[in-house]
Structures are given as C-alpha cells and as structure tokens.
C-alpha cells in the first residue's frame, strides 16, 4: 500500500469515528454566520413618499407642501416620529420664529400627514392648536388693523425702482403684485399662444397683445380662472426682462415660492413690513389702494379671494 492510499484510509477511519461531532461544529460554524449577517433592508418612506402615496397633488399645492414639511422638519428633528410626540411637537413650533399664520398652516400640513401615516390616531390636540391659532391670527389682526399704518403702494414700487432698478426681477415682481394681487401664484408659464394654454394646474404668460396673464391654480380655483390683460407699463417691464433675462420656461423661474425673495428684498430696501408677510404685504397695500365699491370688487377677483376675506387685509395708509 503507498503512502497516499494509507492517508486516504486514516482520514477515513477519522471521519468516522469523529463524524457527528464534525457535523455539529459545521451546523454551529452556518448558525454563528447567519446569525452575525445582517439582512438588507428596504428604506423607510419619508413623510412625503407616504403623503404621495395616498394624495395626489397639484404641481403648485405640491411644492407648497414640501416647502412647508421642510420647514416642519427643520422645526421638529425627527419628525417621522416626533409628529406623535403632540406636547412636544407644538412646543417646537410656538417657540419657533415664524408668524403665526405660517404656525397655524405648518399645523395644517401636520394634520394631513398624520391623516394619512395613521388614520386611527386622534387629532384631536392639533385640531384644537389649529383652531386657538385661528383665533390669535383674529386677535392680532384687530391690533394691526387700529395700529400698523402702511405705505402706499406707490411708495414702495418707488423705494424698490430706486434700490434695485426698473429692469430689476424685483421691482417687476412688485408690479405684477401691485397690479394682479394674486397670492404666492405666479408660477406663470410662458407661451406664444392661447391655444397652448391647455393644463389646468399650470398658470400662463400668454404672448398676445397686450399680454394676458391666466391664473388657473391658486387657493380659490373652484371659482375659474384668473384672467388679466395687463397694462401698457408692465407689458413693457415684462417684454424687456425677458429680453435681458431670457427665461426659458417660466418667466420668474422654476416653480417655487417667491414669497422668501420678495421678504428678502423688502428687508434689503429697507421696507418696514410690520410683520405683514411678504406676499401677504402687498395683499394689503392693493386692498387700500382705493374704498371705491366697484374697485374693491374688481381687486377682490383678480386678488383671488371674496370680498368679505379682502375686509381682514384692511389697513391704515400713510
């Protein structure tokens, strides 16, 4: 027998007498690593993933929310769990710094998204937070109403011309606020002709003469779309910034909110807003342009909200 065969023949004979406990330690050597493998694991859907999931939304409502949940997330760490965490939750947010109206629609999108996570949660205490911010936004209107006095209208378009320049984004943005005092809705699309305008949740710059700006998407868009042909000056102002600015799609830009650059030039023309807002300033400054009944009517419609609401941006002028 050569050397090999007699090994061949000892691993054998070892085998066998030594085979159930060679077996187990294999048996043990597959449990440790399964055990210490850590299985992969499908990424938990953000907050927005889930509201998405269940809601569909408007281009323009859609990136009004995400902003806001931005801002909840930046408020409340954790939020995808600390939303249930209610005492805490709403200590955050009435200790931030936001107005409270931004508060009250910050609790707003709180309410939906937990609508929506887990529909068997009472909202009981965000729906009494909301509607006690309700009436502290009531309460502080009164005060602004008998003691904030505003500048006219003509004195910031003035002031803002002055700091930044007619052909300025700035002061155009001011003017189309001055004369269409919608909301935080110009998103406007533009295009050559009435026959593109053909989507309901998109806004438009339309190129005819003179141009005609159609608001289709906005808080109030049951009542039909805002139509307005605008007037020989901002024609012009509109004509010559998109020859020097050339925007390609929208006129102002992607579709986001312009409400965090229009406080931000405010502040840097050095515009006391009395903590009006920014979109909401303007609001204001347009509702007391004129007490002219038939006037009033025309800038409820093109400010897209009823007569009555446009009461509570009455303000004193200067």
């Known amino acids: 027998m050569d050397k090999k065969e007699a090994n061949r023949l000892r691993q054998q004979r070892f085998y066998k007498a030594n085979k159930e406990r060679l077996t187990q330690e294999k048996r043990d050597k597959y449990n440790s690593t399964k055990e210490n493998t850590i299985e992969p694991t499908t990424p938990k859907a953000t907050l927005l993933q889930q509201v998405l999931q269940a809601e569909v939304m408007k281009p323009t409502t859609l990136n009004t929310f995400t902003s806001q949940l931005k801002m909840l997330e930046s408020i409340v760490p954790n939020l995808d769990t600390e939303i249930f965490n209610f005492d805490n939750t709403l200590l ?21 998204v937990l609508s929506i996570i887990s529909p068997t949660t009472s909202l009981d205490r965000y729906i009494h937070e909301f509607n006690r911010y309700k009436i502290l936004i009531q309460d502080e209107q009164t005060i602004k109403r ?65 141009l005609t700006i159609q608001i289709n998407s906005y808080k ?91 009461e509570y941006y009455k303000r004193t002028i200067a």
């Open 220 to 310: 109030n868009d049951r009542n039909g779309a805002i139509i307005h042909q605008v007037s020989e000056h901002l024609q012009r102002l509109i004509l010559n910034y998109i020859e020097s600015s050339k925007p390609s799609t929208y006129l102002l830009g992607i579709p986001i909110s312009h409400s965090g650059f229009i406080g931000r030039f405010l502040k840097q023309a050095g515009i006391n807003t009395f903590n009006e807002g920014s979109v909401n300033f303007f609001r204001k400054l347009k509702r007391n342009q004129t007490d002219d009944l038939d006037e009033r009517v025309r800038n409820a419609r093109l400010m897209g909200h009823s007569v009555t609401t446009a």
């Open 92 to 112: 955050l947010l009435a200790n931030s710094n936001y107005s409270l109206n931004s508060k009250k629609s910050l609790i707003a999108v709180l309410l939906k």
């Open 146 to 210: 008998a003691t904030n006095i505003l500048p006219s209208f003509v004195t910031v378009l003035t002031i803002i011309k002055d700091r930044f320049g007619v052909n300025s984004k700035e002061y155009l943005i001011s003017s189309m606020y001055e004369e269409m005092c919608v909301r935080d809705d110009f998103h406007l699309k533009i295009v050559t002709d009435e026959k593109f305008v053909n989507d309901k949740d998109t806004n438009y710059l339309i190129l005819t003469n003179p």
